[in-house]
């Protein structure tokens, strides 16, 4: 589709006005700089020529008022006949040309021209070479006066001097001449004393014009007379137009009159000079006028080209709607269109038919609300008022959020998922899809997945337990060996063992509850505890590993913290050992702290933050978005250089967000880390635990027990009894439930120590046997011996009738703690 010709007449009528402007803007920019450049150019010459004046004012008055003097100065030379001592007279003189730097000679001439007296050897040898009538000019004068001669070459130095002189009186009648001899180099130096202009000449030159000096100096002129002369007219300090006073361009001239008026001092500056920056500037005005011309120019075809493009894209466009709503009608999914303002736009036919009701009232600009209002009724056949009123805002806000999902069965017995998603301009689109027979698709594969989950829980447990039970072994060997006298080799190869076998038990916990978090099967054990003890046992334990790298521990808690809190203290415990224990691994020099503070939320609860602090190796900011991802960690470096799975940093967010709390971090390279676990915590009524020191206590006061162990495993079975003959407790071992059931009836013990998972009879079927003896034997205290770890394991072990139970690979500590527990 062409453009319409009025359009282009418009658009290139805009382009010749803009194009009349930048030039007319242009040429006066041109015509400004030229006049600007030419102001400055005379203010230069001006400022210039009067600071010569100055100069060169002072430069005549010093050797006027030096030869003025020379009468004085000889009268101790002067004879009573009016002759002068000659040599007396040399040395008064030389001593006067030393005191002056511009005069290099003082001589005093006879009016025949023969010397007096000099102050140079040469002068005194060979007379003075003055130009010819200077002399006469000088004792012609009516009243004495300073009397400059035009330059000419001493005979002696061959350089081109100048003589000042004055004209004297020895006696009554005896008249003499005292003659100054200046260099003109010394008089070029005063002209050129004043800041370098560029293309400035300044001529020192008499009323007639005959140069006497000049900067830059011109032999070839010097002692000529310049055309045309200046004269007291020319010679006012105002800038004029005419010859370079050193050559013959046009120039700006500024001339003035010195003290003696027969003098004068001129500075020109050529045309050419003073416009040199002005041409520079005039081609840059004209490139950046062609700039903006072409820049115009290009608008305008580019205005030209777009809207004969946009003629033909409206025309693209009402084919392409034509097509799309085509499209749209033989559409399998119902399609539903909303403004910005929440309005219809546009629908489909399968829309209609999805949602029937609606077909008497939709229309372009009806709002989404009555669409709604309409649903309510047949989503709610049965409903009141208030139901369909909150069905209708809960459809309003699924759909104004812009990601909402839904399904719902409607009720002619259609079951319909629907996805809403934003435009870019702010509307809302809506597909709308009949899954009748993908629903019961669904159905039947949702409870597939759920039994597969449950095999799954099954395996972990079995995984667990067949894992768990040789770590026991060689840890609980590996202690045995510990505590026997070893060679510091065979110590540290122990030692080694120990690490590596805790490490790999920290892996194990790691993937089962990550295993309990994707099942949703992880919960918390609420519970009542005391944090500043908790704490207080996270921190010492890590103080070994702190001390080991040289590295400083701290724990700061404040005064005012609760001393009962209801929450989970294993689990918190967990996500302390995974900060602070990272935070000792990546930190190679300086400490780690742990400051704990807390805010009161109401009169029960408490918000508690934890921060751990380090000055580690720091987090990049580009491994932030990372950092609590699963077996993730900052880098690739940092993984091979510390070791671990990554899942602490994820587990414990997990955990936290469980609490109801959040995880911070801040960090900056080289400088260091600060983690800061967030939760909320209700108060608690008062802990009721077992201090470590009755813990202490108890086991001491409990040394000698008779102890029934049940384990089928051969190593646990030597394992178990090693830790409780060290512990002074006596033991027998039965391999299997059926044994322990019959011998706890055959013998007197303390305690009984229950595998459960054994051959012909597991741990919990021989409690529930025992539980219902008689005798007095069902109450003997039973501690579960498990390598299954997870809580709801836990709760079934209680539930079978144990007391207390202990996870393997078996702590000699857990286990003294546990019995003393369950016979305290």
């Known amino acids: 589709m062409a453009l319409p010709r009025r359009t282009q007449a418009v658009i290139w009528g805009v382009v010749l006005l803009f194009v009349g402007a930048v030039l007319a803007s242009a040429a006066n920019l041109i015509s400004r700089g030229e006049h600007d450049a030419l102001a400055d150019a005379e203010s230069k010459a001006t400022r210039f020529a009067s600071g010569a004046e100055a100069a060169l004012n002072r430069m005549l008055l010093g050797v006027d008022v030096l030869l003025a003097g020379t009468d004085s100065l000889l009268r101790p030379a002067l004879k009573p006949d009016g002759t002068l001592d000659a040599p007396q007279a040399n040395r008064l003189l030389l001593e006067m040309a030393g005191r002056n730097l511009l005069v290099r000679d003082v001589a005093v001439l006879a009016e025949d021209g023969s010397v007096l007296g000099a102050a140079q050897a040469h002068t005194q040898r060979m007379g003075v070479d003055l130009p010819k009538d200077f002399a006469r000019e000088v004792f012609a004068q009516s009243s004495p006066q300073l009397a400059i001669s035009a330059p000419v070459v001493n005979f002696a130095t061959s350089e081109r001097v100048v003589y000042f002189a004055r004209p004297l009186r020895l006696s ?16 070029n130096t005063v002209l050129a004393q004043a800041i370098e202009i560029r293309g400035l000449a300044a001529t020192f030159e008499r009323e007639d014009g005959q140069l006497i000096a000049s900067a830059p100096p011109d032999e070839r002129l010097m002692g000529q007379k310049l055309t045309p002369p200046l004269d007291s007219r020319n010679a006012n300090g105002m800038p004029m137009r005419m010859a370079n006073r050193l050559g013959s361009e046009p120039a700006i001239v500024v001339a003035r009159p010195t003290l003696y008026r027969s003098l004068l001092i001129a500075a020109s500056i050529p045309i050419t000079a003073a416009l040199d920056s002005w041409r520079n500037d005039r081609r840059d005005i004209m490139r950046v006028a062609a700039a903006f011309i072409a820049m115009i120019l290009a608008a305008g075809a580019l205005s030209h080209w777009h809207l004969a493009r946009l003629a033909r894209a409206r025309s693209d466009v009402a084919s392409a709607k034509a097509t799309l709503d085509q499209a749209l009608g033989s559409m399998g999914d119902g399609f539903l269109l909303c403004d910005a303002q929440d309005r219809v736009v546009a629908w489909n036919g399968r829309y209609v038919e999805i949602f029937p009701w609606v077909k008497e009232e939709i229309a372009v600009g009806l709002p989404f609300r009555r669409l709604a209002e309409l649903a309510a009724p047949a989503m709610l056949p049965d409903g009141t008022d208030a139901e369909r009123s909150a069905w209708v805002e809960r459809r309003l806000a699924i759909h104004s959020s812009g990601n909402g999902m839904y399904e719902q069965e409607l009720s002619h017995g259609m079951v319909v998922h629907a996805i809403e998603r934003r435009t870019p301009e702010g509307g809302v689109v809506s597909v709308t899809r009949d899954i009748t027979a993908a629903e019961r698709a669904l159905s039947r594969a949702k409870a597939a997945a759920e039994a597969a989950n449950e095999s799954k829980s099954q395996f972990l447990a079995a995984m667990s337990h067949e894992i768990r039970t040789p770590l026991n072994g060689v840890l609980g060997m590996n202690g045995l060996l510990l505590n026997t006298p ?35 099967r992880m919960e918390l054990e609420i519970v009542e505890f005391d944090p500043s003890g908790m704490f207080d046992e996270v921190v010492s334990l890590l103080a070994v590993r702190a001390q080991a790298k040289g590295l400083t521990l701290g724990l700061k808690l404040p005064p005012d913290l609760p001393e009962s809190l209801e929450g989970d203290p294993s689990r918190l415990r967990q996500v302390l050992f995974n900060l602070i224990g990272n935070a000792l691994k990546f930190t190679e020099h300086g400490s780690v702290e742990v400051e704990v503070t807390h805010r009161q939320l109401g009169e029960s609860r408490i918000e508690l933050t934890i921060a751990v602090h380090d000055t580690g190796i720091g987090i990049a900011p580009d491994a932030m978005p990372k950092l609590f991802d699963r077996f993730m960690q900052a880098d690739a470096t940092t993984a091979r250089r510390y070791g671990g799975t990554g899942l602490g940093l994820a587990i414990s967010r997990e955990i936290v967000d469980l609490m109801g709390g959040r995880i911070e971090v801040d960090s900056a390279v080289g400088v260091g880390s600060t983690f800061r676990v967030v939760v909320p915590m209700a108060h608690g009524d008062g802990v009721k635990r077992i201090s470590a020191d009755s813990t202490m206590i108890g086991m001491s006061d409990m040394a000698g027990l008779r102890i029934l162990v049940a384990e089928d495993n051969g190593v646990n079975q030597i394992l178990i009894k090693a830790i409780l003959d060290h512990m002074g407790h006596f033991s027998d071992i039965v391999a299997n439930g059926i044994e322990a059931v019959s011998q706890v009836q055959n013998a007197h013990y303390d305690l009984v120590l229950m595998d459960i998972q054994m051959p012909e009879m597991d741990g919990e079927t021989a409690t529930r046997a025992i539980r219902q003896l008689g005798n007095g034997v069902s109450a003997i205290p039973i501690i579960a011996m498990t390598a299954n770890a997870m809580v709801e394991h836990r709760q079934a072990y209680l539930a079978s009738g144990m007391n207390d139970y202990v996870s393997k690979p078996i702590n000699s500590k857990m286990l003294a703690a546990a019995i003393a527990r369950v016979l305290s």
């Open 172 to 187: 009554e009648s005896r008249r003499a001449m005292a003659v100054g001899e200046v260099p003109v180099t010394l008089i």
């Open 486 to 520: 070893l060679t510091p080799e065979q110590r540290r190869f122990a030692e080694l063992i120990r690490s590596s076998g805790q490490t790999l038990l920290t892996v194990i916990n790691d993937i089962l509850d990550l295993a309990k978090i994707e099942a949703g």
